[in-house]
């Protein structure tokens, strides 16, 4: 894969989703990666939380260059490690989104 420089131009998203566990704050997660576009990866991964009793913390879009935008959420889930685990269905929420986990 080419290098930053060797590139020239950067166009696209990227995201980071940082997933907290509601009943124990200290077991978390962060998914980093790429989508073909951050509103369709919002919307996916808040419809996935908000219907799995979670809610979404902080949401901060930023837009750099003119080029590239990036999407940073921190949500909540219960039972986010429980059985089964809420954790894969975050993961299938990304992807449905468009996203490509790093």
Do not use: H, K
């Not at 997933?19 to 576009?37: E, I, T």
């Not at 901060?60 to 219960?78: D, H």
């Not at 894969?88 to 990304?94: G, K, P, Q, T, Y």
């Amino acid at each position: 894969m080419p290098s930053w420089e060797e590139q020239r131009l950067c166009i696209g998203q990227t995201f980071e989703v940082a997933a907290w566990n509601a009943r124990d704050p200290n077991r978390r997660v962060n998914f980093l990666g790429f989508c073909q576009s951050v509103d369709l990866l919002q919307e996916a991964v808040e419809e996935t939380v908000t219907s799995r009793g979670g809610e979404v913390l902080e949401q901060e879009r930023q837009l750099r260059s003119g080029l590239s935008e990036a999407l940073r959420l921190t949500v909540v889930i219960p039972y986010l490690w429980g059985v089964p685990p809420e954790v894969d269905l975050l993961s299938a929420a990304i992807q449905q989104g468009g996203g490509i986990v790093d």
